[in-house]
C-alpha cells in the first residue's frame, strides 16, 4: 500500500511552487522593464532625428513656448493647471514639495499638441464618456475609487467642436487663462495645419469649428496666414484655408512650413499617440498607445480635462470643462517625454520619468536643490531616480 505525502513534504512542494513562481514573476517584471526601457531608447534617438533635422532647417530647436510657468512653487487647480493670474486663488505659491506642482512646471515646454476636435461626430461619443466617466465618480463602489478621487471628472465635461464655450473670451490668449491649443513639441515635428484641418472624411468643417481660428488670439498669435501655393498671395483668413483644405489639400501639403517635416516624418513612424495620420506617405499612428485621439474611454481614470478660461479659480470649479484631441510622442511606460529649451533655443534636454512616472526640472541646479528641505530634497532625488536622459548642446 502507497505511503500518502506528509505534511513537511506537501509543505516543501508549496514553498518550492511559491519560490518558482516568485522567480518567473521577477523575470517576467524585468524583462517588461527592459522592453519599455528598450522602447523609450528608441523613441528618443528617432525624436532626437526629428530635432537635428528642424535645427537643420531653421537654425533653432523648436522654440516651445512656455504654457504656464516653470515655477514649480504655482498652487494648480482640479485639472493640475497652474494658477498664474487665472483667478481669486492664482499667483499663489505652497512651501510644500508637490508631484501635480512638480509635473505642471516640468509640462510648461510641452511635448503633446493639442487642439479643438476637427470631427463634429465625436461629439457624441465625448457625452456618452463622460457620462459612464460621471456615473462611476459620483458612486459609492470601491471598484470605482479611482474615479472618485478624480473630482473634475464628478462635474461631466464636453467635447470642443463649437465656439460656444470660448465665447466672450477670445480676446484671452494665456493657456492659463483658455486652455484651448497646446503648441508642444509636436506641433513643430509634424505638419501643423495638416494635422487639425482633417476632419476625418468629412467634406466641411463642424460647426463654429472656423470662428475658433479666425477669433480665438491663442490660435492666431502663434500662426499667420499662409499664402495660397498658386498665386503667392496670402489666404483672406482662416476660413479660405478650410474651405482649400476640404478641397485641395494638396496646396497646403506642399506650403514650405508643412512640406519641411517631410524630411524627418520617417522617424514617426508608428510611435505618435492619438488619431491613425498618414503624412507624407508615413503612418505615425502608435498601435502601442491604447486610446483615442484624446485618450478617453470608460475605463480611463484621468482624462486630461480643460477649462473655458477665467471661470476657474482653483480646484473646485468645473464649469464647462471639456476635452482636447492631441497627438504626442510617449515611452515605454504610457507617459509622455518631456522637452526643456531654453531661449534662444539653441539647446535642448529630451528626456523620459522612467518607470515611476516622475521627475524633476533639469533647470533647477544642484545648489538650489541642496537648500530645499531635507524631506523635499529626497523626495526630488528620488522622482529623478530612474529618469532617462538625453542632452544635446
Known amino acids: 500500500m502507497r505511503k500518502a505525502f506528509t505534511l513537511v513534504e506537501l509543505l516543501v512542494v508549496v514553498v518550492v511552487i511559491v519560490t518558482l513562481m516568485a522567480v518567473t514573476f521577477r523575470l517576467g517584471s524585468a524583462g517588461a522593464d527592459q522592453t519599455a526601457r528598450a522602447r523609450t531608447v528608441n523613441r528618443m534617438q528617432r525624436l532626437e532625428n526629428c530635432l537635428s533635422g528642424y535645427y537643420a532647417a531653421y537654425g533653432s530647436y523648436p522654440p516651445v513656448a512656455l504654457h504656464g510657468s516653470r515655477d514649480y512653487t504655482y498652487k494648480v487647480d482640479g485639472h493640475g493647471i497652474q494658477q498664474v493670474g487665472t483667478g481669486s486663488g492664482s499667483g499663489q505659491h505652497e512651501d510644500e514639495l508637490s508631484w501635480e506642482r512638480v509635473e505642471a512646471a516640468c509640462r510648461s515646454q510641452p511635448v503633446a499638441f493639442n487642439y479643438p476636435f476637427a470631427n463634429a461626430g465625436i461629439a457624441d461619443y465625448v457625452d456618452e464618456i463622460s457620462r459612464l466617466l460621471m456615473e462611476k465618480a459620483n458612486s459609492n463602489e470601491s471598484r470605482y475609487k479611482a474615479f472618485q478621487d478624480n473630482e473634475a471628472l464628478k462635474y461631466g465635461f464636453f467635447a470642443l467642436t463649437d465656439n460656444s464655450a470660448l465665447s466672450g473670451k477670445s ?66 483668413d482662416w476660413s479660405d484655408v478650410l474651405s482649400e483644405m476640404s478641397t485641395e489639400r ?24 492619438g488619431a491613425e495620420r498618414t503624412f507624407y506617405g508615413v503612418d505615425v499612428h502608435d498601435p502601442y498607445y491604447g486610446g483615442t485621439a ?100
Not at 472624411?201 to 470662428?211: C, H, L
Not at 475658433?212 to 498669435?221: G, K, N
Not at 471661470?311 to 504626442?328: H, I, K, R
Not at 530645499?372 to 529618469?387: F, G, I, T, V, Y
Request: one cysteine or more.
Open 171 to 236: 480676446q484671452y490668449s494665456e493657456w492659463t487663462r483658455v486652455q484651448m491649443f497646446r503648441f508642444g513639441l509636436m506641433s513643430y515635428l509634424l505638419p501643423r495645419l495638416l494635422v487639425i484641418f482633417n476632419f476625418s472624411g468629412s467634406s466641411s468643417a463642424p460647426s463654429g469649428f472656423s470662428q475658433i481660428f479666425q477669433q480665438q488670439r491663442q490660435w492666431t498669435m502663434n500662426n499667420e496666414l499662409p499664402c495660397d501655393f498658386e498665386s503667392g498671395q496670402p489666404y483672406r
Open 250 to 273: 494638396w496646396k497646403i501639403a506642399a506650403l514650405p512650413s508643412q512640406a519641411t517635416c517631410a524630411r524627418w516624418m520617417p522617424n514617426l513612424e508608428g510611435i505618435v499617440a
Open 294 to 393: 484624446a485618450g478617453v474611454s470608460a475605463d480611463t481614470t484621468n482624462p486630461k480635462l480643460y477649462s473655458a478660461g477665467e471661470s476657474q479659480s482653483g480646484g473646485s470649479n468645473y464649469s464647462q470643462q471639456y476635452l482636447l484631441d492631441g497627438l504626442t510622442v510617449q515611452d515605454g511606460w504610457h507617459n509622455d517625454f518631456y522637452y526643456y529649451s531654453p531661449s534662444p533655443h539653441q539647446t535642448y534636454t529630451l528626456w523620459s520619468a522612467g518607470p515611476n512616472g516622475k521627475t524633476f526640472p533639469p533647470w533647477v541646479t544642484d545648489e538650489e536643490l541642496n537648500q530645499m528641505k531635507e524631506q523635499d530634497k529626497a523626495s526630488a532625488l528620488s522622482w529623478m531616480s530612474d529618469d532617462i536622459m538625453y542632452m544635446q548642446n
